[in-house]
């Protein structure tokens, strides 16, 4: 086995160890010790993969991002549009990121400015959300269908941070999936296309 595996495997034990732990305990009531205990490691061997909570924190996220992407892209149904495409991802991320074990801990009012900064800030998270709508997007920017001036990863900050606010308002959780469509296309989709 190489060490490169090792390595792999040891970082994945040490991500899902936390996920564990930030599921019962919560996200601040967990220490590193915590974790670690939890993965069946000395605390040196995890601050060897994360040298911070917050380092071990971006890394469950992203897992929970790859595992919320992979949802939609099981339930989604291709659509002819870009923007109703990106409609129904921004509607089924209301719905359903309630859902995801660490949902309260992302968007609770002491998190959101970290999520926010941090995800939107971080490479490999903006990636894990950008791929998918890569080709859809291209495709849409060659038909027309969206303004020449906007990129990718612009339209992925703005749509990030819409959603972050919007979730951190409560009251905004009793529209139907119509009247969220309708708010979303009115605040932001208007705003993109051609």
């Known amino acids: 086995m190489s060490e490169q595996t090792v390595s792999f495997d040891v970082s994945s034990r040490l991500?899902?160890?936390?996920?564990n732990c930030y599921r019962r305990k919560?996200?601040?009531?967990?220490t590193m010790s915590d974790i670690a205990s939890?993965?069946?490691?000395?605390?040196?061997t995890l601050y060897r993969y994360f040298p911070s909570k917050e380092a071990m924190?971006?890394?469950?996220?992203?897992?929970?991002?790859?595992?919320?992407?992979?949802?939609?892209?099981h339930r989604a149904t291709p659509q002819g549009s870009f923007c109703r495409y990106l409609l129904d991802f921004m509607v089924f991320c209301v719905r359903y990121s309630p859902e995801m074990p660490l949902h309260h801990a992302v968007f609770s009012e002491q998190s959101a400015l970290w999520v926010s900064r941090t995800f939107i800030g971080d490479p490999e998270a903006l990636a894990l959300v950008i791929e998918p709508l890569r080709e859809p997007?291209?495709?849409a920017?060659?038909?027309g269908e969206l303004r020449a001036d906007i990129t990718l990863?612009?339209?992925?900050?703005?749509?990030?941070?819409?959603?972050?606010?919007?979730?951190l308002v409560p009251e905004n959780n009793g529209r139907s999936d119509?009247?969220?469509?309708?708010?979303?296309?009115r605040l932001f989709i208007g705003g993109i296309r051609a």
């Open 26 to 30: 919560g996200v601040t009531n967990t």
């Open 15 to 19: 991500v899902a160890a936390a996920r």
């Open 153 to 167: 990863e612009e339209l992925s900050e703005i749509c990030t941070r819409q959603l972050i606010s919007y979730q």
């Open 137 to 139: 997007f291209n495709r």
């Open 141 to 143: 920017r060659q038909s």
């Open 38 to 44: 939890e993965a069946g490691v000395v605390r040196a």
């Open 178 to 185: 119509e009247e969220l469509s309708d708010y979303f296309e």
């Open 57 to 73: 924190l971006l890394a469950v996220f992203r897992e929970e991002v790859k595992d919320f992407l992979a949802e939609f892209q």
